[in-house]
Nanobody, 124 residues
Framework: QVQLVESGGGSVQTGGALRLSCAVAGDTFRNYCMVWFRQAPGTEREGVALISSYGSTSYAGSVKGRFTISQDNAKNTLYLQMNSLKPEDTAMYYC??????????????????WGQGTQVTVSS
């Protein structure tokens, strides 16, 4: 059973930075498509960034150039470096995992493993 535990959220001012972490336990996560999602109150969950099992990355347009997804295979940990934060980035951030082949994409229904979330709040 794969378990995901996020950390690193907090409150920052506009223009600030945070780094989220997602520790993965129960399997070698290099075999997984890993994604960061976020959900603000009253909105649908939005895919933010992904990294495939081959190491390729992709980002939502709203965060491209500001956020960077990466992974440390030795630590079995996924990261999301968030720079130049804006109030509209305020949300609960979740990491998610999908094992195996197939297309790695920012689609919520593809993912069976989820963390509990970490809150990011950006004030103006």
């Amino acid at each position: 059973q794969v378990q995901l535990v996020e950390s690193g959220g907090g409150s920052v001012q506009t223009g600030g930075a945070l780094r989220l972490s997602c520790a993965v336990a129960g399997d070698t996560f290099r075999n997984y498509c890993m994604v960061w999602f976020r959900q603000a109150p009253g909105t649908e969950r939005e895919g933010v960034a992904l990294i495939s099992s081959y190491g390729s990355t992709s980002y939502a347009g709203s965060v491209k150039g500001r956020f960077t997804i990466s992974q440390d295979n030795a630590k079995n940990t996924l990261y999301l470096q968030m720079n130049s934060l804006k109030p509209e980035d305020t949300a609960m951030y979740y990491c998610a995992a999908r094992r195996g082949g197939g297309i790695c994409r920012l689609k919520e229904a593809d993912f069976g493993y989820w963390g509990q979330g970490t809150q990011v709040t950006v004030s103006s």
